[in-house]
């Protein structure tokens, strides 16, 4: 099992690779973000061989609505660059929303004229038609999201309907994205979600609840959660996306603090 820090809430006075500077001063070697298109690669390159930092996971597509069919050429071609820009980078994960959002995480457009089933539907076939772009070292992730607070009128919600697309899709590619903090606003206890989809989970998402903060700022035991998906073997990659309660530095000590007390000094990993 590995970490991963998300930079895209951190530092944000500072361009993206000055904060994998910050990530490295901590002792955390893997990064992850949104979009790339904001972002100077061969500067983020840069950074990342100086401080032996990786990208672990980022955004297949920040343009068009998988669960529009009229929009798939949009998604498609953007699927096309991130792999590009993976390659680039060497990440191996690129996650997939069911809905584009805008400023804020704003869901753009919900489509309320088309039916739970026509969602689905296109989606899976925007996931079979992706995974077909999509080289065969690198996996794709579905991310349910919540409507409670963040992102009112996003399609994909639960984990039960993530699983059911993974299933019609069935390609040992595709995964679950899990957001135990955007679960747990649409009330999907994280161990719970642990225990009863192990075998889907691609990827981990962690923020504290309430608040979306750094681990500890919430009521969530987090030793808890990371010792279950130790008993569940998980082997995939825990990111630490939150919102920076009070100073980001300080955010990535607690987060280090908490990795190292479920896996002591033994569990590091390199970027790359």
């Known amino acids: 099992m590995k970490e991963a820090i998300s930079i ?18 901590a002792g955390l070697r893997q990064i992850e973000f949104g979009g ?16 032996d930092v990786g990208v672990s996971n980022f955004s297949a597509h920040r343009k068009g609505s998988p669960i529009n069919s009229a929009e798939h050429p949009i998604v498609l071609a953007e699927v096309r660059e991130a792999v590009e820009v993976a390659e680039r980078l060497g990440c191996r994960t690129l996650m997939v929303l069911s809905n584009e ?30 995974l077909e772009i999509v080289p065969q070292h690198i996996s794709l992730v579905i991310e349910p999201l919540n409507t409670r607070i963040d ?4 399609y994909l ?3 039960e309907q993530a699983v059911e697309i993974v299933d019609t899709v069935a390609n040992p590619r595709l995964a679950v994205l899990a957001d135990l903090y955007h679960l747990g606003i649409m009330g999907e206890e994280p161990l719970n979600v642990v225990r009863n989809y192990a075998s889907y989970l691609g990827y981990i998402h962690i923020a504290d609840i309430p608040g979306r903060g750094e681990p500890g700022s ?20 825990v990111g630490f996306e939150y919102e920076s309660r009070h100073d980001s530095a300080a955010s990535l000590s ?10 002591g000094d033994d569990n590091r990993e390199t970027g790359s």
């Open 8 to 25: 895209d809430f951190l530092f944000p006075e500072l361009p993206a690779h000055r904060k994998i500077e910050q990530v490295a001063k």
């Open 36 to 51: 790339w298109r904001d972002k100077d690669l061969h500067l983020l390159e840069q950074a990342m061989r100086e401080h």
């Open 101 to 130: 959002l805008g400023d804020g995480g704003v869901v753009v457009n919900s489509y309320r004229e088309l039916s739970d089933q026509e969602k689905r539907d296109a989606l899976c076939r925007l996931l079979v038609q992706a």
């Open 151 to 154: 992102h009112r009128g996003n």
């Open 157 to 159: 919600v639960s984990m």
């Open 218 to 237: 919430g009521e969530i035991k987090w030793q808890k959660v990371l010792r279950q998906l130790v008993a569940e073997h998980y082997q995939g990659t």
């Open 254 to 263: 607690a987060v280090k603090q908490l990795w190292q007390s479920v896996f």
